[in-house]
Protein backbone atom coordinates (compact mmCIF):
# COMPACT_ATOMS: atom_id res chain seq x y z
CA UNK A 1 0.00 0.00 0.00
CA UNK A 2 1.87 2.86 -0.96
CA UNK A 3 -0.91 5.77 -0.27
CA UNK A 4 -3.46 6.57 2.22
CA UNK A 5 -6.53 4.82 1.11
CA UNK A 6 -10.15 6.09 2.67
CA UNK A 7 -13.16 3.50 2.51
CA UNK A 8 -16.38 4.18 1.90
CA UNK A 9 -19.26 3.09 3.81
CA UNK A 10 -21.74 0.86 2.45
CA UNK A 11 -23.83 2.16 -1.21
CA UNK A 12 -21.73 5.64 -0.69
CA UNK A 13 -19.69 5.31 -3.91
CA UNK A 14 -22.90 5.64 -6.30
CA UNK A 15 -22.90 9.11 -6.41
CA UNK A 16 -19.15 9.20 -7.03
CA UNK A 17 -19.61 6.79 -9.74
CA UNK A 18 -22.39 9.03 -11.61
CA UNK A 19 -20.09 12.14 -11.65
CA UNK A 20 -19.46 13.88 -8.25
CA UNK A 21 -16.48 14.75 -7.22
CA UNK A 22 -16.37 15.22 -3.65
CA UNK A 23 -16.56 12.57 -0.75
CA UNK A 24 -18.35 13.54 2.28
CA UNK A 25 -17.15 13.10 6.15
CA UNK A 26 -19.97 11.84 6.93
CA UNK A 27 -19.18 9.08 4.00
CA UNK A 28 -16.39 7.98 5.07
CA UNK A 29 -16.08 4.62 7.33
CA UNK A 30 -12.08 4.36 7.86
CA UNK A 31 -9.05 4.91 6.82
CA UNK A 32 -6.14 3.13 6.17
CA UNK A 33 -2.35 4.40 6.07
CA UNK A 34 1.17 3.03 6.76
CA UNK A 35 3.26 4.95 9.31
CA UNK A 36 6.53 3.56 10.22
CA UNK A 37 6.35 0.69 8.37
CA UNK A 38 3.19 -0.53 10.29
CA UNK A 39 -0.45 0.13 8.47
CA UNK A 40 -2.81 1.41 10.71
CA UNK A 41 -7.17 1.36 10.35
CA UNK A 42 -8.99 4.57 11.55
CA UNK A 43 -11.61 5.75 12.21
CA UNK A 44 -11.63 9.78 10.59
CA UNK A 45 -11.48 11.43 13.77
CA UNK A 46 -8.51 9.19 14.85
CA UNK A 47 -6.89 9.72 11.47
CA UNK A 48 -3.02 10.91 11.35
CA UNK A 49 -2.92 11.47 7.66
CA UNK A 50 -1.61 15.22 6.92
CA UNK A 51 -4.02 17.66 5.09
CA UNK A 52 -3.36 17.60 1.61
CA UNK A 53 -1.75 14.36 1.03
CA UNK A 54 -2.96 12.66 -1.94
CA UNK A 55 -5.12 9.76 -1.51
CA UNK A 56 -6.88 6.58 -2.74
CA UNK A 57 -10.76 5.72 -2.68
CA UNK A 58 -12.47 2.78 -2.31
CA UNK A 59 -16.20 1.46 -1.94
CA UNK A 60 -16.59 -0.56 1.23
CA UNK A 61 -16.31 -3.61 -0.92
CA UNK A 62 -12.74 -2.48 -2.04
CA UNK A 63 -13.75 -1.17 -5.86
CA UNK A 64 -11.18 1.65 -6.76
CA UNK A 65 -13.03 4.90 -7.53
CA UNK A 66 -10.45 7.67 -7.96
CA UNK A 67 -7.25 9.34 -6.36
CA UNK A 68 -8.13 12.97 -4.51
CA UNK A 69 -6.17 15.45 -2.11
CA UNK A 70 -7.38 14.59 1.57
CA UNK A 71 -8.63 17.24 4.28
CA UNK A 72 -9.91 16.13 7.58
CA UNK A 73 -10.54 19.65 8.30
CA UNK A 74 -13.56 20.25 5.89
CA UNK A 75 -16.77 18.38 5.19
CA UNK A 76 -15.77 18.05 1.79
CA UNK A 77 -12.57 15.51 3.00
CA UNK A 78 -11.70 14.10 -0.45
CA UNK A 79 -11.85 16.09 -3.68
CA UNK A 80 -10.96 13.86 -6.81
CA UNK A 81 -8.35 15.21 -8.90
CA UNK A 82 -7.42 11.60 -11.21
CA UNK A 83 -9.77 8.36 -11.75
CA UNK A 84 -5.89 6.74 -11.77
CA UNK A 85 -4.23 5.53 -9.19
CA UNK A 86 -2.09 7.60 -7.30
CA UNK A 87 0.89 5.78 -8.21
CA UNK A 88 0.60 6.88 -11.83
CA UNK A 89 0.58 10.24 -10.83
CA UNK A 90 3.02 10.72 -8.19
CA UNK A 91 5.51 7.86 -7.84
CA UNK A 92 6.17 5.93 -5.01
CA UNK A 93 9.30 5.63 -2.65
CA UNK A 94 10.84 2.26 -3.24
CA UNK A 95 9.69 1.21 0.67
CA UNK A 96 6.09 1.40 -1.06
CA UNK A 97 5.60 5.22 0.91
CA UNK A 98 4.20 8.34 -0.51
CA UNK A 99 6.91 10.35 -1.28
CA UNK A 100 8.70 13.12 -0.09
CA UNK A 101 8.10 15.81 -2.83
CA UNK A 102 4.72 15.69 -4.84
CA UNK A 103 5.86 18.23 -7.19
CA UNK A 104 7.83 15.97 -10.11
CA UNK A 105 7.63 16.30 -13.82
CA UNK A 106 4.23 14.05 -14.00
CA UNK A 107 2.39 16.60 -11.57
CA UNK A 108 3.03 19.55 -13.97
CA UNK A 109 2.89 17.61 -17.09
CA UNK A 110 -0.94 16.51 -15.91
CA UNK A 111 -2.02 20.01 -14.92
CA UNK A 112 -0.79 21.47 -18.03
CA UNK A 113 -2.95 18.74 -19.63
CA UNK A 114 -6.15 19.72 -17.39
CA UNK A 115 -5.40 23.54 -18.41
CA UNK A 116 -4.94 23.18 -21.81
CA UNK A 117 -7.89 20.97 -22.53
CA UNK A 118 -10.07 23.36 -20.85
CA UNK A 119 -8.48 26.17 -23.07
CA UNK A 120 -9.25 23.77 -26.32
CA UNK A 121 -12.99 23.56 -24.94
CA UNK A 122 -13.25 26.96 -25.02
CA UNK A 123 -12.18 27.95 -27.95
CA UNK A 124 -15.91 25.30 -29.29
CA UNK A 125 -17.28 28.99 -28.34
CA UNK A 126 -15.09 32.12 -27.89
CA UNK A 127 -12.21 33.33 -29.88
CA UNK A 128 -8.68 34.55 -28.27
CA UNK A 129 -9.81 38.04 -28.21
CA UNK A 130 -12.58 37.38 -26.19
CA UNK A 131 -13.15 37.31 -22.45
CA UNK A 132 -14.36 34.10 -20.65
CA UNK A 133 -14.03 31.37 -17.58
CA UNK A 134 -11.00 29.73 -18.52
CA UNK A 135 -11.36 27.11 -15.93
CA UNK A 136 -14.20 26.32 -13.80
CA UNK A 137 -13.55 24.12 -10.85
CA UNK A 138 -14.84 20.98 -10.56
CA UNK A 139 -16.78 20.87 -13.87
CA UNK A 140 -12.82 21.56 -15.35
CA UNK A 141 -11.76 18.57 -13.34
CA UNK A 142 -9.34 20.93 -11.06
CA UNK A 143 -11.69 21.01 -7.48
CA UNK A 144 -12.07 24.31 -6.35
CA UNK A 145 -9.90 26.41 -8.86
CA UNK A 146 -11.12 29.06 -11.26
CA UNK A 147 -9.57 31.25 -13.51
CA UNK A 148 -11.11 33.61 -15.36
CA UNK A 149 -9.32 34.59 -18.85
CA UNK A 150 -10.05 38.82 -19.90
CA UNK A 151 -8.75 40.32 -23.16
CA UNK A 152 -8.76 44.23 -22.21
CA UNK A 153 -8.44 46.76 -25.42
CA UNK A 154 -4.92 46.30 -25.92
CA UNK A 155 -5.58 42.98 -26.78
CA UNK A 156 -3.34 42.03 -23.02
CA UNK A 157 -4.39 38.83 -21.51
CA UNK A 158 -5.13 38.77 -17.57
CA UNK A 159 -6.25 36.70 -15.52
CA UNK A 160 -8.23 36.38 -11.97
CA UNK A 161 -7.32 33.30 -10.08
CA UNK A 162 -9.14 31.67 -7.13
CA UNK A 163 -7.91 28.74 -5.19
CA UNK A 164 -10.80 28.27 -2.93
CA UNK A 165 -9.92 24.26 -1.52
CA UNK A 166 -6.91 22.55 -0.03
CA UNK A 167 -6.74 20.57 -2.85
CA UNK A 168 -6.09 23.55 -5.28
CA UNK A 169 -3.73 25.09 -3.02
CA UNK A 170 -1.54 22.12 -2.57
CA UNK A 171 -0.90 22.35 -6.46
CA UNK A 172 -0.46 26.18 -6.71
CA UNK A 173 2.86 26.04 -8.69
CA UNK A 174 1.68 23.98 -11.05
CA UNK A 175 -1.16 25.34 -11.80
CA UNK A 176 0.21 28.64 -11.97
CA UNK A 177 3.07 27.27 -14.53
CA UNK A 178 0.42 26.12 -16.25
CA UNK A 179 -1.60 29.06 -16.88
CA UNK A 180 1.30 31.07 -17.74
CA UNK A 181 2.02 28.84 -20.14
CA UNK A 182 -1.21 28.56 -21.56
CA UNK A 183 -2.08 31.85 -21.65
CA UNK A 184 0.71 33.82 -21.68
CA UNK A 185 -0.78 36.61 -19.08
CA UNK A 186 0.58 40.30 -18.62
CA UNK A 187 -1.09 39.74 -15.29
CA UNK A 188 -2.23 37.58 -12.89
CA UNK A 189 -4.62 39.05 -9.62
CA UNK A 190 -5.91 36.36 -7.13
CA UNK A 191 -8.75 36.43 -5.24
CA UNK A 192 -8.60 33.74 -2.90
CA UNK A 193 -10.38 36.04 -0.48
CA UNK A 194 -14.03 34.26 -0.73
CA UNK A 195 -14.98 33.02 3.16
CA UNK A 196 -15.22 28.99 1.75
CA UNK A 197 -11.56 29.27 2.18
CA UNK A 198 -11.62 29.18 5.70
CA UNK A 199 -13.87 26.29 5.45
CA UNK A 200 -10.95 24.42 4.11
CA UNK A 201 -8.94 25.63 7.11
CA UNK A 202 -6.99 28.41 4.91
CA UNK A 203 -6.46 31.96 4.99
CA UNK A 204 -7.82 34.20 2.66
CA UNK A 205 -5.16 36.03 0.01
CA UNK A 206 -5.45 38.50 -2.02
CA UNK A 207 -3.35 40.94 -4.80
CA UNK A 208 -0.95 40.60 -7.29
CA UNK A 209 0.58 37.49 -8.17
CA UNK A 210 4.35 38.74 -9.95
CA UNK A 211 4.14 41.91 -11.92
CA UNK A 212 1.67 44.76 -10.46
CA UNK A 213 -0.52 46.94 -13.11
CA UNK A 214 -3.72 48.87 -12.45
CA UNK A 215 -6.29 46.57 -11.68
CA UNK A 216 -8.90 48.29 -13.53
CA UNK A 217 -9.22 46.96 -17.16
CA UNK A 218 -11.64 47.49 -19.73
CA UNK A 219 -12.68 44.63 -21.79
CA UNK A 220 -15.18 44.41 -24.67
CA UNK A 221 -18.46 42.11 -24.68
CA UNK A 222 -21.23 41.96 -27.47
CA UNK A 223 -19.27 45.14 -28.31
CA UNK A 224 -20.02 46.95 -25.49
CA UNK A 225 -17.39 48.19 -23.42
CA UNK A 226 -17.31 47.38 -19.85
CA UNK A 227 -14.50 48.19 -17.04
CA UNK A 228 -13.71 45.21 -14.86
CA UNK A 229 -12.03 45.66 -11.18
CA UNK A 230 -9.90 43.02 -10.46
CA UNK A 231 -8.78 43.94 -7.16
CA UNK A 232 -12.76 45.13 -5.91
CA UNK A 233 -15.22 43.77 -8.14
CA UNK A 234 -17.84 40.62 -7.16
CA UNK A 235 -16.60 37.21 -6.73
CA UNK A 236 -13.55 37.34 -9.46
CA UNK A 237 -14.46 40.78 -10.66
CA UNK A 238 -16.98 40.63 -13.31
CA UNK A 239 -19.81 37.90 -14.33
CA UNK A 240 -18.95 36.21 -17.22
CA UNK A 241 -21.17 33.37 -16.89
CA UNK A 242 -24.32 35.86 -18.24
CA UNK A 243 -23.07 36.78 -21.49
CA UNK A 244 -25.01 35.06 -23.31
CA UNK A 245 -28.07 36.23 -21.69
CA UNK A 246 -27.31 39.92 -21.78
CA UNK A 247 -27.29 38.95 -26.11
CA UNK A 248 -30.57 37.53 -26.17
CA UNK A 249 -31.83 40.65 -23.44
CA UNK A 250 -30.32 43.08 -26.76
CA UNK A 251 -32.15 40.38 -29.24
CA UNK A 252 -35.46 41.09 -27.36
CA UNK A 253 -35.26 45.15 -26.58
CA UNK A 254 -35.85 47.53 -29.35
CA UNK A 255 -37.78 49.69 -28.53
CA UNK A 256 -39.01 49.06 -25.27
CA UNK A 257 -38.61 51.13 -22.06
CA UNK A 258 -36.61 48.60 -19.73
CA UNK A 259 -35.78 48.30 -15.53
CA UNK A 260 -32.15 46.60 -15.17
CA UNK A 261 -32.35 45.85 -11.69
CA UNK A 262 -29.30 44.01 -9.17
CA UNK A 263 -27.44 45.37 -12.39
CA UNK A 264 -23.71 45.27 -10.79
CA UNK A 265 -22.30 46.72 -13.94
CA UNK A 266 -24.73 47.99 -16.16
CA UNK A 267 -24.20 45.50 -18.30
CA UNK A 268 -27.62 44.18 -19.26
CA UNK A 269 -29.27 47.47 -19.36
CA UNK A 270 -25.73 47.82 -22.21
CA UNK A 271 -27.09 45.02 -23.84
CA UNK A 272 -30.04 46.34 -24.35
CA UNK A 273 -29.33 49.72 -25.65
CA UNK A 274 -27.36 48.01 -28.16
CA UNK A 275 -29.98 46.08 -29.44
CA UNK A 276 -32.02 49.50 -29.55
CA UNK A 277 -33.84 50.08 -26.13
CA UNK A 278 -35.33 53.33 -26.02
CA UNK A 279 -34.72 54.32 -22.34
CA UNK A 280 -33.08 52.01 -19.30
CA UNK A 281 -32.97 52.77 -15.84
CA UNK A 282 -30.27 50.54 -13.96
CA UNK A 283 -30.57 49.86 -10.64
CA UNK A 284 -28.29 48.80 -7.57
CA UNK A 285 -27.60 49.41 -3.96
CA UNK A 286 -24.44 49.74 -4.01
CA UNK A 287 -23.17 53.63 -4.26
CA UNK A 288 -20.02 52.04 -5.72
CA UNK A 289 -21.55 50.12 -7.72
CA UNK A 290 -23.90 52.86 -9.54
CA UNK A 291 -20.59 55.10 -10.04
CA UNK A 292 -18.86 52.28 -11.73
CA UNK A 293 -22.76 51.57 -13.96
CA UNK A 294 -22.18 55.68 -14.69
CA UNK A 295 -18.68 55.39 -15.61
CA UNK A 296 -19.88 52.50 -18.07
CA UNK A 297 -22.66 54.42 -19.49
CA UNK A 298 -19.86 57.21 -20.29
CA UNK A 299 -17.88 54.61 -21.79
CA UNK A 300 -20.72 53.63 -24.53
CA UNK A 301 -21.63 57.32 -25.19
CA UNK A 302 -25.19 56.39 -23.93
CA UNK A 303 -26.09 58.88 -21.40
CA UNK A 304 -28.93 59.94 -23.51
CA UNK A 305 -30.87 56.64 -23.13
CA UNK A 306 -29.84 55.05 -19.67
CA UNK A 307 -29.21 56.24 -16.58
CA UNK A 308 -27.99 54.45 -13.07
CA UNK A 309 -30.03 54.52 -9.61
CA UNK A 310 -29.02 53.91 -6.25
CA UNK A 311 -31.78 52.19 -4.51
CA UNK A 312 -32.57 48.59 -3.29
CA UNK A 313 -34.21 46.47 -5.69
CA UNK A 314 -37.32 45.89 -3.39
CA UNK A 315 -37.95 48.89 -2.54
CA UNK A 316 -37.97 50.45 -6.12
CA UNK A 317 -39.83 47.58 -7.58
CA UNK A 318 -42.58 48.58 -4.77
CA UNK A 319 -42.07 52.26 -5.46
CA UNK A 320 -42.59 51.89 -8.99
CA UNK A 321 -45.80 49.67 -9.05
CA UNK A 322 -47.49 51.95 -6.21
CA UNK A 323 -46.81 55.13 -8.38
CA UNK A 324 -48.17 53.07 -11.27
CA UNK A 325 -44.72 53.22 -13.75
CA UNK A 326 -44.42 50.71 -16.37
CA UNK A 327 -41.92 49.15 -18.20
CA UNK A 328 -41.83 46.66 -21.65
CA UNK A 329 -38.66 44.55 -20.51
CA UNK A 330 -37.98 43.98 -16.89
CA UNK A 331 -34.55 41.89 -15.99
CA UNK A 332 -33.87 40.22 -12.38
CA UNK A 333 -30.16 39.13 -11.53
CA UNK A 334 -30.18 38.98 -8.13
CA UNK A 335 -27.75 38.08 -5.71
CA UNK A 336 -27.48 34.51 -4.52
CA UNK A 337 -30.19 34.93 -1.99
CA UNK A 338 -29.81 30.99 -0.65
CA UNK A 339 -26.34 30.58 0.24
CA UNK A 340 -27.20 27.39 2.05
CA UNK A 341 -29.71 24.38 2.52
CA UNK A 342 -31.01 25.77 5.12
CA UNK A 343 -32.31 29.44 3.75
CA UNK A 344 -34.09 28.04 0.92
CA UNK A 345 -37.59 29.13 2.32
CA UNK A 346 -36.41 32.34 3.11
CA UNK A 347 -35.17 32.60 -0.52
CA UNK A 348 -38.03 31.70 -2.09
CA UNK A 349 -39.83 34.06 -0.41
CA UNK A 350 -37.57 36.76 -1.77
CA UNK A 351 -37.08 35.37 -5.54
CA UNK A 352 -41.36 35.64 -5.45
CA UNK A 353 -41.57 39.06 -4.11
CA UNK A 354 -39.42 40.24 -6.70
CA UNK A 355 -40.82 38.70 -9.41
CA UNK A 356 -44.78 39.04 -8.61
CA UNK A 357 -43.23 43.06 -8.53
CA UNK A 358 -41.74 42.76 -11.58
CA UNK A 359 -44.64 41.12 -13.33
CA UNK A 360 -47.14 43.83 -12.27
CA UNK A 361 -45.50 46.70 -13.64
CA UNK A 362 -45.45 44.89 -17.01
CA UNK A 363 -48.17 45.31 -19.88
CA UNK A 364 -49.85 42.23 -21.36
CA UNK A 365 -47.05 41.24 -23.57
CA UNK A 366 -44.31 42.64 -22.04
CA UNK A 367 -40.76 40.71 -21.06
CA UNK A 368 -39.43 39.63 -18.16
CA UNK A 369 -36.32 37.96 -17.65
CA UNK A 370 -35.45 36.74 -14.18
CA UNK A 371 -32.72 34.54 -12.89
CA UNK A 372 -31.08 32.81 -9.78
CA UNK A 373 -27.65 32.20 -9.59
CA UNK A 374 -27.86 30.04 -5.84
CA UNK A 375 -27.60 26.37 -6.95
CA UNK A 376 -29.61 25.62 -3.55
CA UNK A 377 -32.15 27.02 -5.42
CA UNK A 378 -32.84 24.38 -8.33
CA UNK A 379 -34.24 24.20 -11.73
CA UNK A 380 -37.75 22.93 -10.63
CA UNK A 381 -37.68 25.17 -7.42
CA UNK A 382 -37.10 28.21 -9.46
CA UNK A 383 -40.16 27.38 -12.49
CA UNK A 384 -42.45 26.54 -9.05
CA UNK A 385 -41.68 29.67 -7.39
CA UNK A 386 -42.57 31.91 -10.83
CA UNK A 387 -45.74 29.61 -11.14
CA UNK A 388 -46.42 31.16 -8.06
CA UNK A 389 -45.68 34.42 -8.55
CA UNK A 390 -47.55 35.08 -11.59
CA UNK A 391 -50.98 33.59 -10.00
CA UNK A 392 -51.00 35.84 -7.17
CA UNK A 393 -49.90 38.65 -9.51
CA UNK A 394 -53.27 37.39 -11.72
CA UNK A 395 -50.63 37.19 -14.55
CA UNK A 396 -49.82 33.95 -17.39
CA UNK A 397 -46.33 33.49 -18.51
CA UNK A 398 -45.10 32.38 -21.44
CA UNK A 399 -41.81 30.94 -20.94
CA UNK A 400 -39.68 31.53 -24.31
CA UNK A 401 -36.28 29.87 -23.01
CA UNK A 402 -34.99 28.51 -19.80
CA UNK A 403 -30.95 29.55 -20.30
CA UNK A 404 -28.34 28.89 -17.69
CA UNK A 405 -24.68 29.93 -17.99
CA UNK A 406 -22.61 30.16 -20.97
CA UNK A 407 -20.74 27.05 -22.39
CA UNK A 408 -17.23 27.93 -20.63
CA UNK A 409 -19.57 27.38 -17.49
CA UNK A 410 -19.50 23.62 -18.26
CA UNK A 411 -22.08 21.27 -16.52
CA UNK A 412 -20.30 18.63 -14.77
CA UNK A 413 -22.56 15.14 -15.07
CA UNK A 414 -23.41 14.33 -11.71
CA UNK A 415 -22.41 17.41 -9.52
CA UNK A 416 -25.42 19.36 -9.57
CA UNK A 417 -23.66 23.05 -8.27
CA UNK A 418 -22.55 23.36 -11.64
CA UNK A 419 -25.53 23.76 -13.16
CA UNK A 420 -26.26 26.35 -10.70
CA UNK A 421 -27.49 29.54 -12.91
CA UNK A 422 -30.93 29.52 -14.43
CA UNK A 423 -32.57 32.27 -16.95
CA UNK A 424 -35.86 32.21 -17.96
CA UNK A 425 -36.74 34.51 -21.02
CA UNK A 426 -40.72 34.99 -20.30
CA UNK A 427 -43.79 36.86 -21.60
CA UNK A 428 -46.09 38.38 -19.46
CA UNK A 429 -49.73 38.19 -19.77
Not at 218 to 227: D, K, M, P, Q
Request: with cysteine.
Amino acid sequence: MNFPRIFLKPKEETGIQQGSPWVFDNEIAFVKHKTGGKVFQQELKDCAVAPGTPVEVFSRGGMFLGTGVFNPRSKITVRFISKDRAEALFGAEADGAVPESLHGESVRRFFLERVESAQAARFFYYNEAESYRLVFAEADFIPGFTADRYVDEAGRVFLSVQFLSLAAEVFREELLEALRDVCRPAGIYERSDAAVRELEGLPLKKGWIGAEHNPVITIRENGILLAVDLENGQKTGYFLDQKDNRKIVASLAKGRRVLDTFTHTGAFGLNAIAGGAREVVSVDISPEAVAGVEENIRRNNAASVMRAVCADAFDILRRYEEAGERFDMVILDPPAFAKSAAKTGKAYGGYKEINLRAMRLLPPGGILVSCSCSHFMGPELFYDMLVHAAADAHRRLQIFEKRGAGPDHPVLAGYAKSEYLKCAVMRVL
